[in-house]
């Protein structure tokens, strides 16, 4: 293992982040309440304080200007966090990264051990070097790590049903103590959900149902190759298995190998199957007191085409007879996410993003619930909170600390109990991810990032006092290094009354210019948002746009989370055109006001972006220059296509032969007629969320038309793009230099 020590960056403060977004007015930045509270004795004091201003905002400048630009390469180089896990004692968090690996054309998703040495300072130390690794888990004990990995090992882990003889995720353990991290699990099939019991003897484990030989090679013989969709599906087993066997097993392998069977199954030797679900288990986790298992279900094939497969159960860890099935306990129309135990081993906590508790399905933001394991009686957490509920984790003495969003900050919260008050934690503006609350002590751990603050992880002693975190990585260091883009909120009204806001990412060295050429830069989601937070990947790239002259346009439109339900719901059932105004509208409002060059006007996204950016194109021709990716044109198909079908009628008000008026209404291509901005596509090749067809469809349409296009697949990618960096690489490169040749930004450089 590779040991290193973190860069020590200083304490987050609100002025030094108030500095980097352009300047606050909020009263409540520390810079604001210092200058309130300065004395002003005489017009000498004032002199003296006007030339200590211009001595220090001259040094900030000139510091700024030494400041080298970001360069495409150094921007891909961003390291992104994919979860954070504090050990039970709170001296050791266990840090979950991705990276992109050039010379593999594949990401890298490693595990770093922080350790603290009580004194506010650490070590970081590298614990993986081989496989594709996350979802970290502590050892109630403290004494062990368990983690899902994909790598091939000698006993198995690459599946007989992939062509490509690529691994599956098994779980692995690494003892704190020291020593290599080894296999728990083999076979043929991925591990999907795992959980430590409370005396950390016993690891659970959900897989799909596995088949024995002989069953394996009587359906290759009856359908070879051909593809059974839906009918070849299967549900998962949720195990057990002894920690101490698995160790022993380890110890012990290849000293006697065993020999086959036709009768041989797949599950992992040792481990003892406990419970059957028709479903996929996406999530499980034991209660406090060991007595039960819970775990929520998914769709077999990642497909939400009934919301009734989306559901919470239990199983009596004293009763695993093979009769008796898992107990359901909760019955609604939404998709729950994310079950956690309460410590009183009766409540379960569960999110919900999608669908409703309350009643019939319809998206709000994103809500905290528990519900009784005997009673089957739900309540919600955080009831009067207007925002949306991000992430949470439950605190020792049964309260949550919650990340939520109101507008474009991400703030955290805590709730002691279900009737208590919902209560903003003193902290830093920005933007909160990711807490993880140590289960002995008070401190806890989180991302934070924010508009020129990159992301990294933190500790801090209590909830109560996030504002004196330090930062316990570095990863993201040269972004610090760079002149990067400022940003501030803009409002504008919409024409129902409506007020909108959205951030404006102006280039280094021009914040707060006039006659901008401007790149309006819509949001995925649509569910999501655009704030004060740091993000340098394919999906976001405005700091790269701002960086060749752009100002970067982002708006809030509505279906935007973090501004009330209502706004959220606004874009149904008028999926695009709704928010489609609010965004012209933000266009219009900045060249009134002089901001934006309206000779010089572009637009791009990708997934609900594209959406907008392809509906866009056929509202005006003022864009001289698009950019879209996974961005449908039509609904019909992209209905039959999508994994978010059920979600996909809702927005659109029904299903297509129920409204087909409005599927009609609600899409781009029966307007393409009208475009004129050239326009770049990309999509990739497997991509289920947006089929690559919508893709295909749009570039047709503009080839007959004569509008100039180009279209770039992506092979063996989805809607993430998370297969190789070099898509997402060449993506964005081929976007720029897009924008370059039609925006008429090279007269802005």
């Known amino acids: 293992m590779r040991s290193r020590t973190p860069t020590r960056r200083p304490e987050l403060t609100q002025a030094r982040i108030a500095d980097v977004t352009g300047g606050s007015s909020r009263d409540s930045s520390l810079q604001a309440r210092a200058a309130r509270d300065i004395p002003l004795i005489g017009p000498m004091t004032n002199r003296i304080l006007l030339l200590a201003f211009i001595v220090l905002f001259t040094f900030n400048f000139a510091h700024a200007a030494d400041k080298p630009k970001l360069t495409l390469d150094e921007f891909f180089n961003y390291v992104d966090f994919l979860a954070v896990a504090i050990s039970p004692d709170g001296n050791s968090v266990v840090i ?31 614990l993986t070097q081989l496989g594709d690794n996350e979802k970290p888990k502590w050892s109630p004990d403290g004494k062990w790590i368990a983690f899902l990995s994909e790598r091939k090992t000698a006993n198995g882990g690459a599946s007989e049903d992939d062509s490509k003889g690529e691994p599956v995720a098994q779980l692995y353990l690494i003892s704190l103590g020291g020593g290599e991290a080894f296999p728990v699990t083999q076979g043929d099939e991925e591990v999907h959900a795992f959980s430590w019991s409370p005396n950390s003897r016993t690891l659970y484990f959900s897989t799909r149902s596995p088949w024995t030989k002989a069953q394996k090679e009587a359906y290759k013989k009856e359908w070879k190759d051909v593809l059974q969709y839906r009918a070849a599906e299967r549900g998962d087993t949720v195990f057990s298995i002894d ?29 003892h199957a406990l419970a059957g679900s028709p479903w996929r288990v996406a999530d499980l986790e034991a209660s406090p007191d060991g007595r039960r298992l819970a775990f929520v279900t998914e769709s077999i094939s990642g497909r939400e085409e009934k919301i009734d497969e989306y559901e919470i159960y239990t199983v009596d860890l004293a009763d695993t007879a093979p009769d008796r099935p898992p107990r359901q306990i909760t019955h609604n129309q939404a998709e729950e996410q994310y079950p956690r135990w309460a ?19 319809k998206d709000t933001q994103t809500r905290l619930y528990w519900v009784d394991a005997d009673t089957e009686e739900v309540q919600r957490w955080a009831a009067d909170f207007s925002g949306a509920l991000i ?19 991400v703030q955290t919260y805590f709730q002691p109990n279900v009737s208590a008050p919902f209560s903003k934690q003193p902290g830093v503006s920005g933007w909160y991810a990711d807490p993880a609350v140590a289960q002995g002590t008070q401190r806890l751990a989180f991302v934070h990032s924010a508009i020129g603050e990159p992301t990294e992880v933190y500790l801090a002693d209590r909830h109560d006092a996030l504002q004196s975190a330090h930062a316990i990585t570095s990863f993201n260091k040269l972004f610090t290094e760079r002149d990067l883009p400022q940003s501030k909120l803009y409002h504008w009204t919409a024409d129902d009354g409506t007020t909108i806001e959205g951030m404006l ?24 948002a655009d704030g004060n ?35 959220l719901m606004g874009i149904v059932p008028e999926i695009v055109s709704r928010p489609g105004k609010d965004i012209l509208e933000g266009v219009n409002a900045l060249v009134k006001d002089g901001i934006a060059d309206p000779d010089r006007l572009a637009v791009g996204g990708y997934s609900y972006g594209g959406y907008m950016t392809n509906w866009l194109i056929t509202q005006t021709t003022r864009f001289k220059a698009a950019v879209t990716g996974a961005g449908a044109v039509e609904n019909v198909a992209n209905w039959g296509n999508d994994d978010t079908t059920f979600d996909d009628a809702y927005f659109l008000g029904g299903f297509p032969w129920a409204v087909p008026q409005r599927y009609q209404d609600e899409a781009a291509i ?22 690559v067809a919508e893709a295909y469809l749009l570039d047709h349409a503009l080839h007959v038309l004569g509008v100039p296009s180009t279209l770039l697949i992506f092979p063996g990618e989805g809607h993430e793009l998370d297969k190789n960096p070099w898509h997402g690489k060449i993506k964005v490169r081929e976007e720029l230099k897009w924008l370059e040749k039609y925006g008429g930004i090279a007269t802005a450089h």
């Open 670 to 691: 029966f307007q393409m007629n009208k475009v004129r901005t050239p326009t770049h596509i990309v999509a990739g090749a497997d991509d289920i969320r947006v089929a």
């Open 96 to 126: 979950n990264t991705e990276r992109a690996d050039w010379e593999q054309s594949t990401f890298r998703r490693d595990l770093w051990l922080y350790r603290d040495d009580g004194h506010g300072a650490g070590a970081l130390t590298q």
């Open 391 to 409: 992430r949470y984790a439950v605190t020792p003495d049964g309260g949550v600390l919650v990340t939520g969003q109101l507008g474009t900050e």
């Open 243 to 271: 920690v101490a066997e698995a160790v022993a097993q380890r110890a012990s392998a290849g000293t006697n190998p065993a020999e086959d069977s036709d009768d041989d199954s797949d599950a992992t030797p040792g481990s």
């Open 533 to 567: 937070h740091f993000e340098a990947d394919w999906y976001v790239w405005d700091r790269l746009a701002a960086t060749q002259g752009w100002l970067v346009f982002e708006p809030n439109y509505r279906g935007s989370e973090g501004y009330g339900d209502k706004f």
């Open 343 to 361: 410590p009183d081993s009766k409540h379960i906590f569960f999110e919900v993003q999608y669908g409703s508790v309350e009643g019939k399905y």
């Open 505 to 528: 990412m102006y280039p280094p060295g021009k914040f707060e210019a006039k006659h901008l050429p401007m790149l309006v830069f819509p949001h995925g989601g649509p569910d999501d």
